[in-house]
């Protein structure tokens, strides 16, 4: 088991099922998985199949998972993409290997993001799922800066069983999720 994990188990299991007042620990929010993708519209506009090779490479150093990719459905004149053409590379993330990234992204690679004031509380999407953006896969221990050709962003999405974003919002900040303090949410988080 996971640090993450016995924390959840441990600490943050025991607090939500107090604040939903019941004892089913199946009634409150838990995590399901954790997406990550990395959109390479470069590599189908500059005909560059380095770029893909090099996303997978990365994007498979971080999550310890080979990552799929993805391909466009329909053609679009306006990206200069056509249907087929490889467009980007995602991994999804379950148990213990999901419990495993969110604790180094939380405990090791946010806090190396240049002037980091925290991860903003409002990027939940009304479902109790919360998405974040990286600028560059740099800030993970495991991707070493020298080595890399191409700075490449990436989207994180955190799925959980919460049924609105409050109860998702706690559950990540308890199990360690540095959001950013903001008085217009109502409730200082």
Do not use: W
């Not at 959109?39 to 998972?65: P, S, W, Y």
Request: charged share 30%; hydrophobic share 35%; glycine share 8%.
């Amino acid at each position: 088991m996971t640090r993450l994990q016995e924390k959840y188990k441990n600490e943050v299991l025991p607090k939500l099922l107090e604040r939903a007042g019941t004892k089913n620990p199946m009634a409150v929010p838990r995590l399901s998985k954790v997406v990550i993708s990395m959109g390479v519209g470069k590599a189908a506009q500059e005909k560059d199949k380095r770029r893909i090779e090099l996303a997978v490479k990365d994007l498979g150093t971080v999550t310890g998972q080979k990552p799929v990719v993805c391909k466009a459905r329909k053609s679009v004149s306006n990206f200069k993409v056509r249907a087929g053409q490889e467009t980007g590379v995602m991994v999804t993330l379950r148990g213990a290997r999901m419990y495993e990234f969110l604790d180094r992204l939380i405990h090791i690679s946010i806090p190396r993001i240049r002037d980091f004031r925290g991860l903003n509380p409002r990027s939940f999407d009304g479902r109790g799922n919360y998405s974040m953006g990286v600028a560059e896969q740099t800030i993970f221990p495991e991707v070493d800066p020298a080595a890399v050709e191409f700075p490449q962003g990436m989207n994180i999405t955190v799925v959980t069983t919460a049924k609105n974003d409050r109860d998702s919002r706690e559950l990540l900040r308890l199990l360690g999720m540095p959001f950013r303090t903001d008085k217009a949410l109502g409730d200082g988080q």
